[in-house]
Antibody, heavy 120, light 109 residues
Framework: EVQLVQSGAEVKKPGESVKISCKESGNTYNSHWIGWVRQMPGKGLELMGVIYLGDSDIRYSPSFQGQVTVSADKSAHTAYLQFSSLKASDSAMYFC?????????????WGQGTLVIVSS | DIQMTQSPSSLSASVGDRVTITCRASQNIRKYLNWYQQKPGKAPKLLIYFASSLQSGVPSRFSGGGSGTDFTLTISSLQPEDFATYYCQQSHSMLGTWTFGQGTKVEIK
């Protein structure tokens, strides 16, 4: 069974950096696109960008281009989301999700979420 | 950007009720429309993909319909475990630019 396991919650101060991870485990014979989704407190879902674990090809949503950095380690089956200088408005739950072409471009498997709190 | 608009934003219903949620796209997305269920504190779960295909393991009381710009998610007989927030998501635009609706919260009447 394929699972996405995310790193734990982070509490940071404004201006600090953070890098959260999403590890794919289980059947990893084929590479997949992994998406990062933001959910601000009490709000909806926003796709930030996607990365192909096979060759680290990245596509950013225009709203998040330049605001975050998505990367991957193919050998570790892990995707990363990095913020270089956090703001209070970056406080949110961040989910990773696996893109599936078999289900016509949906996200069929999700990580459990990583809560990022930015507070002075 | 393709904008996705769900209605209603919230609804109250009773166990056993038939519930329909609507999602409208700002332009033609053919059938590239997915539905997710999210319970408080949990990750979203894929229910329906390509407008009307039921994801493996999802109860048959969930169904989806529509194409082009107008789509529906129907729960034929609401169960206690179905009280949650539901999101539509289009996957017609370029990879990485897909957008979600604002969500519909289904609450107990």
């Amino acid at each position: 069974e394929v699972q996405l396991v995310q790193s734990g919650a982070e509490v940071k101060k404004p201006g600090e950096s953070v890098k959260i991870s999403c590890k794919e485990s289980g059947n990893t014979y084929n590479s997949h696109w992994i998406g990062w989704v933001r959910q601000m407190p009490g709000k909806g879902l926003e796709l930030m960008g996607v990365i192909y674990l096979g060759d680290s090809d990245i596509r950013y949503s225009p709203s998040f281009q330049g605001q975050v950095t998505v990367s991957a380690d193919k050998s570790a089956h892990t995707a990363y989301l990095q913020f270089s200088s956090l703001k209070a408005s970056d406080s949110a739950m961040y989910f990773c999700a696996r893109h599936s072409s078999e289900t016509y471009n949906s996200f069929d498997i999700w990580g459990q979420g990583t809560l990022v709190i930015v507070s002075s | 950007d393709i904008q996705m608009t769900q209605s209603p934003s919230s609804l109250s219903a009773s166990v056993g009720d038939r519930v329909t949620i609507t999602c409208r796209a700002s332009q033609n997305i053919r059938k590239y429309l997915n539905w997710y269920q999210q319970k408080p504190g949990k990750a979203p779960k894929l229910l329906i993909y390509f407008a009307s295909s039921l994801q493996s393991g999802v109860p048959s009381r969930f169904s989806g319909g529509g194409s082009g710009t107008d789509f529906t998610l129907t729960i034929s007989s609401l169960q206690p475990e179905d009280f949650a927030t539901y999101y539509c998501q289009q996957s017609h635009s370029m990879l990485g630019t897909w957008t979600f609706g604002q969500g519909t919260k289904v609450e107990i009447k």
